[in-house]
């Protein structure tokens, strides 16, 4: 069973950075993808950014050029940069793992509140 752990969340300033880790612990399929989403209050749950494990990357449009996804498939851990933090990225975040075998397995992350305040 594959559990999710994720830190480095916290409060930043409009225009700072954070940066988030996710571990997967348990063993993970070798064939997986994984990624962020993000739940504002009162908004539905979004697709923040997703990677691979052949190291292919996509975002939404409202986080390109800012946050960065990355891995360490030696450790199983995919991480989030977030730089040029808005308000507007306030929202709980959570680490998310597809494993591409049959059938599908995905897993969730607790979540980590991110706040961007002055």
């Known amino acids: 069973q594959v559990q999710l752990v994720e830190s480095g969340g916290g409060l930043a300033q409009p225009g700072g950075s954070l940066r988030l880790s996710c571990a997967a612990s348990?063993?993970?399929?070798?064939?997986?993808?994984m990624g962020w989403y993000r739940q504002a209050p009162g908004k539905q749950r979004e697709l923040v950014a997703i990677?691979?494990?052949?190291?292919?990357?996509n975002y939404a449009n409202s986080v390109k050029g800012r946050f960065t996804i990355s891995r360490d498939s030696a450790k199983n851990t995919v991480y989030l940069q977030m730089n040029s933090l808005k308000p507007e990225d306030t929202a709980v975040y959570y680490c998310?793992?597809?494993?591409?075998?049959?059938?599908?397995?995905?897993?969730w992350g607790q979540g980590t509140q991110v706040t961007v305040s002055s």
């Open positions: 998310n793992a597809v494993e591409l075998r049959i059938p599908v397995q995905n897993y």
């Open positions: 348990g063993g993970i399929f070798s064939r997986n993808v």
């Open positions: 990677m691979t494990s052949g190291d292919r990357t």
